[in-house]
């Protein structure tokens, strides 16, 4: 049976695929809160090892700016906010579904990693945050994750070490090392595979460490993961 749309669904949002003329297609993704403990201690918080928490992105083509290999993308400065932040983090690509996932198991369910950034209207989080309300107007907006291509795990094997830095206007915001993560990524996945079934086409924002700062239009910022591809971004 033949389904009929009422109007023409959202194209899906895809990123390139590094060695590849392929697209991964985005469907959703799920990001992990305070996961480097000065970044914990920066926003205010004790980075004790506590269960992590998660929020979600749109993985929509509003939500996800795809950038380029050797290119600069744009983005706009959003609507309603006066401190626009930089997080930059590692992402974990799920090529394989599971539910309970195991630790252990996690690397099999890997398609692959990306350099992104978790852009972030700081303001009207910290008001959602101090009202006991959700945090999607600061975090889950339009243009809200910038992400780069894809390289596969059967090229990078396991990625769990590594520096991870960004730069705005040639200037160093953030410094830091995959090893500093509180969370790993498998014990992120298979925390998160007792929340949510994963499935092919997830995506997983892993936190950001220490140096968070507000951007301005004009402004370029490079963002660097040892062994992968490096994203640049202008705020217009």
Not at 1 to 17: K, Q, R
Request: proline content about 8%; aromatic content about 8%.
């Amino acid at each position: 049976m033949t389904i009929s749309f009422v109007f023409t669904p959202p194209a899906t949002a895809g990123l390139p695929v590094v060695g590849t003329t392929e697209q991964f297609p985005v469907r959703r993704i799920y990001c992990v809160g305070r996961n480097y403990a000065a970044h914990a201690r920066e926003m205010g918080f004790d980075p004790d090892r506590e269960p992590p928490f998660f929020f979600c992105k749109p993985g929509d083509d509003a939500s996800v700016v795809p950038v380029a290999a050797g290119t600069t993308a744009e983005m706009p400065y959003p609507t309603i906010t006066a401190n626009y932040h930089h997080e930059i983090e590692l992402v974990v690509a799920i090529g394989k579904g599971g539910r309970d996932i195991t630790a252990e198991d996690a690397p099999a369910h890997i398609f692959g990693y990306a350099v992104g950034l978790d852009m972030t209207r700081r303001d009207l989080q910290m008001r959602m945050r101090e009202q006991g309300r959700p945090w999607e107007i600061g975090k889950a907006f339009d243009h809200s994750a910038p992400i780069g291509p894809i390289s596969m795990i059967a090229e990078t094997g396991e990625i769990t070490s590594g520096a991870i830095t960004l730069d705005v206007d040639g200037k160093r915001a953030q410094s830091s090392d995959l090893t500093h993560l509180i969370w790993s990524v498998n014990e992120t996945i298979a925390n998160l595979s007792t929340l949510f079934a994963l499935q092919p086409g997830d995506l997983i924002m892993t936190g950001t460490p220490e140096g968070v700062g507000a951007v301005v239009a004009g402004q370029t910022m490079v963002g660097s993961i040892a062994g992968l591809t490096p994203i640049s971004v202008k705020v217009i």
